[in-house]
């Protein structure tokens, strides 16, 4: 199928700090690469869309079959990067310059203990482990994984917290500890061959979920953190990076509310905001984003990864190792 450039056709008579600033240029995509004659014309139909109305935007989205909810910049940012993937593909075909990163993206979401007024020295302790996998070739949520988790030192659930997560007393009481459900998450990773057969990343909703929760949880159980939780995406950075929003716009709801979409579920039930992180991880991918990691723990520290590192998947998960 060919594939027209806008500038061929007439136009159609589109919780976490903030201060984080934008990558820079991925090495990898250096001067010599971006002098290929296909970015001269991707820049040239890119000022085209950037003139065009928001009825334009979504009349030129409904003819190339696409998505025609968001707002307007976000209508813009989806043309753009359907006209450029296609330019890529035609090109890639030719031997010229593409990008893939993952075959998965593991979307996690911890649910942790928590009071209304946590102490400074609060450790929070995870009590729901969910994951949903997405598969970046199909653009589609494959599987999911959910546990509880019981407590060790406040094993008894605030009010507070029962209320905001869902999570009962007798549902922590009945849930292994949390290095048992750390394996079964290593097995179901192992069994779906991530970090052997298929290349895959972390994906979370701000920084918290592993330089806090995890890091807090895997000290308290006396376990080493895994190798394959040490770096992640923020998909706040990334949708914040890719829309040009700044992060006070990058909350959950603002983000579904933004892609025009609405949350599913039970707002902070760990599985059902895992699955509405994942559904604005795909409509960002279909979108054109080239979601890649862009966080790190080092030394039990949080740091951000420039994109100008090599991309790499999370190493293949093994068992729990101990402290001691």
């Known amino acids: 199928m060919t594939h027209t450039s806008p500038l061929q056709e007439k136009p159609c008579s589109r919780l976490c700090p903030a201060g984080e600033s934008a990558p820079q240029e991925s090495s990898s995509q250096s001067k010599g690469d971006f002098s290929h004659p296909v970015y001269k014309e991707i820049a040239l139909a890119n000022g085209h869309i950037n003139r065009m109305t928001k009825e334009e935007l979504r009349i ?32 890639a075909a030719e031997g010229g310059p593409t990008d893939t990163y993952y075959d998965y993206i593991c979307v996690v979401d911890f649910e942790a203990t928590c009071e209304e007024d946590n102490p400074s020295d609060f450790l929070h302790e995870i009590i729901e482990f969910p994951m949903v996998l997405i598969n970046t070739h199909t653009l589609e949520i494959v599987d999911t994984f959910q546990e509880y988790v019981k407590p060790e030192l406040n094993p008894q659930l605030s009010d507070f917290c029962v209320k905001l997560t869902g999570i009962t007393q007798k549902m922590v009481d009945e849930a292994d500890p949390f290095p048992v459900v750390l394996q079964r998450v290593v097995s179901w990773l192992q069994e779906r061959e991530l970090g052997t057969k298929y290349k895959y990343a ?12 995890l890091n807090i949880q895997c000290r308290v159980s006396r376990i080493r953190y895994p190798p394959f939780a040490k770096k992640w995406i923020n998909i706040r950075k990334s949708y914040g990076n890719f829309y040009k929003v700044p992060r006070t716009q990058t909350k959950l709801s603002t983000m579904l509310e933004k892609l025009g979409l609405t949350y599913e579920g039970r707002p902070h039930s760990g599985l059902d905001d895992s699955r509405n992180i994942a559904r604005i991880a795909v409509r960002m991918l279909q979108d054109g984003c080239q979601l890649r990691v862009n966080e790190r723990m080092h030394a039990g520290q949080l ?15 093994y068992k729990p190792r101990s402290r001691d």
């Open 303 to 317: 740091l951000s990864v420039p994109s100008s590192a090599p991309v790499e998947g999370a190493p293949p998960p």
């Open 60 to 91: 030129k989205l409904a003819e190339l079959k696409l998505d025609t909810r968001g707002v307007k910049d976000v209508m813009k940012k989806r043309l753009k990067s359907h006209y450029k993937k296609q330019k890529l593909m035609q090109t």
């Open 202 to 213: 972390i994906l979370t909703d701000g920084s918290w979920d592993m330089s806090k929760f």
